[in-house]
T-cell receptor, first 117, second 112 residues
Framework: DAGVIQSPRHEVTEMGQEVTLRCKPI?????LFWYRQTMMRGLELLIY????????DSGMPEDRFSAKMPNASFSTLKIQPSEPRDSAVYFC???????????????FGEGSRLTVL | AQSVTQLGSHVSVSEGALVLLRCNYS??????LFWYVQYPNQGLQLLLK??????LVKGINGFEAEFKKSETSFHLTKPSAHMSDAAEYFC??????????FGAGTRLTVKP
């Protein structure tokens, strides 16, 4: 079975441009997470979805960031306009969470490395 | 809200020596605790997890961790380090709803 698939793996863009990161979770998983990893701040939870519904977006840095999950097999994280301080590795992860069984294991993609010049 | 604190951003051990990576948690509800490992240019992989029941949890690659409620700790250990253990290790905590929060990470170096 394929794991979590993220694209692009690397993105270099100029300040002010729109960036869209994509994620395909593992088939059958019902929760999806977007994390950002930087040296300074470590691994930050940006937003997570359960059954395609955003549950907690309190980690989204500001209005320039938005995330969608139009169906169970696809999610996007968009930054518009991008700024140099958005440079980071963005990870998508998915899990199968069963009611009453506690949180499921997170399976991570390989990440999208974003550089904003 | 839950959070974890990992003590020591870098740990260096000799091959064959004991590995001890420290993690303390804060949670207002019974916590679910995890250790993940990250190799260079890769995503995180689950090492082990504590949900309920036995407080000593065994994971992959010879690692184990013990949940100590009185100390709010979940330290990761391995009796004998191997060169292949060199990586970054993350402790994480979640409530019943999967809103997993990670610690800052500890980079483990293994010297020959």
């Amino acid at each position: 079975d394929a794991g979590v698939i993220q694209s692009p793996r690397h993105e270099v863009t100029e300040m002010g441009q729109e960036v869209t990161l994509r994620c395909k979770p593992i088939s059958g998983h019902n929760s999806l997470f977007w994390y950002r990893q930087t040296m300074m701040r470590g691994l930050e939870l940006l937003i997570y979805f359960n059954n395609n519904v955003p549950i907690d977006d309190s980690g989204m840095p500001e209005d320039r960031f938005s995330a969608k999950m139009p169906n169970a097999s696809f999610s996007t994280l968009k930054i518009q306009p991008s700024e140099p301080r958005d440079s980071a590795v963005y990870f998508c992860a998915s899990s199968l969470d069963r009611r009453g069984a506690g949180p499921g294991e997170l399976f991570f993609g390989e990440g999208s490395r974003l550089t904003v010049l | 809200a839950q959070s974890v604190t990992q003590l020591g951003s870098h740990v260096s051990v000799s091959e064959g020596a004991l590995v001890l990576l420290r993690c303390n948690y804060s949670s207002s509800v019974p916590p679910y605790l995890f250790w993940y490992v990250q190799y260079p240019n890769q995503g995180l992989q689950l090492l082990l997890k504590y949900t309920t029941g036995a407080t000593l949890v065994k994971g992959i690659n010879g690692f184990e961790a013990e949940f100590k409620k009185s100390e709010t700790s979940f330290h990761l250990t391995k009796p004998s380090a191997h060169m292949s253990d060199a990586a970054e290790y993350f402790c994480a905590v979640s409530g019943a709803v999967n809103d997993m929060r990670f610690g800052a990470g500890t980079r483990l170096t293994v010297k020959p």
